[in-house]
């Protein structure tokens, strides 16, 4: 394990951050090189089928949230997704802060202050299990044919960090058609703006978990972020979805 969070940690080395922050920023969004070898992909997906990973099994036509399913990891987390949430969580917190700071939210940083955000995931998981917030939030989304997620925003409880991971573990194009990866912005007194990607396998992408800064005229504004999934129309679709707050249930 020591030397697989090393590799994850020298992948995350090799992002251009000060790039991410910057289109985290300008469009509630950034993109990251590949992160997942096939195999590591297979792998992940290889997991799904194996009841003593997973602590809860979601039908998502049965809570009107689309058409497919989805898991969530149970602890201790696979290495692998284990070593993503630890790593990546250390490169987003600083960007995190700067978001609240820009949002200007109670408990944010400011020049006599501390960082609302702890440097390290555990920390952040110390302070989800205190506020009653203590279940693992990781999972795998599985869509066939037909399948798609409604647009939504995965908070999980009051204390949600603001930024999240997704990463591709199909093909677009070769294992499924349609599905592409949706984004939404509701901006104030203005019509929502939307981003589809289709991302190749192992690739990833990091958005605003809920609401994000948007600069405008007067500073910064807040913007009210959803995401979802369009319909596959061919094929089947997994994602590895990484959230570093923890839930009550």
């Known amino acids: 394990m020591k030397d697989l969070r090393a590799e994850i940690r020298a992948r995350l080395d090799g992002v251009d951050w000060a790039g991410a922050e910057t289109s985290l920023f300008e469009r509630g969004f950034a993109t990251l090189p590949r992160l997942l070898s096939d195999a590591e992909c297979d792998a992940q997906v290889e997991l799904y089928d194996d009841a003593r990973r997973f602590r809860k099994t979601v039908d998502m036509a049965r809570h009107h949230f689309g ?88 908070l999980y409880g009051p204390l949600v960090f603001p930024l999240q991971l997704a990463v591709f573990l199909s093909q677009p194009g070769r294992d499924y058609d349609g599905g592409a990866f949706l ?29 994000r800064p948007r600069r405008g005229a007067r500073g910064f504004h807040r913007a009210s972020m959803r995401h979802g999934v369009a319909t596959i129309t061919r094929g089947e679709r997994w994602t590895l979805g990484v959230i570093f707050h923890d839930a009550k249930s």
């Open 183 to 211: 984004l939404v912005e509701q901006r104030p007194r203005q019509q929502s703006v939307g981003e589809a990607l289709l991302l190749a396998r192992g690739e990833a992408v990091i958005f605003a978990s809920a609401d």
């Open 67 to 154: 058409a497919g399913e989805y898991k969530y990891f149970a602890d201790p987390l696979p290495p692998l997704v284990a070593a993503l949430r630890s790593e990546t969580y250390r490169r987003l917190a600083p960007i995190a802060n700067e978001m609240e700071r820009a949002l200007r939210k109670p408990g944010a940083p400011n020049p006599k202050g501390s960082a609302r955000w702890p440097t390290s995931l555990a920390a952040l998981r110390r302070t989800c299990a205190a506020a009653g917030q203590p279940l693992p939030t990781p999972l795998l989304l599985r869509y066939a044919a037909g399948g798609y997620n409604c647009l939504h925003r995965d």
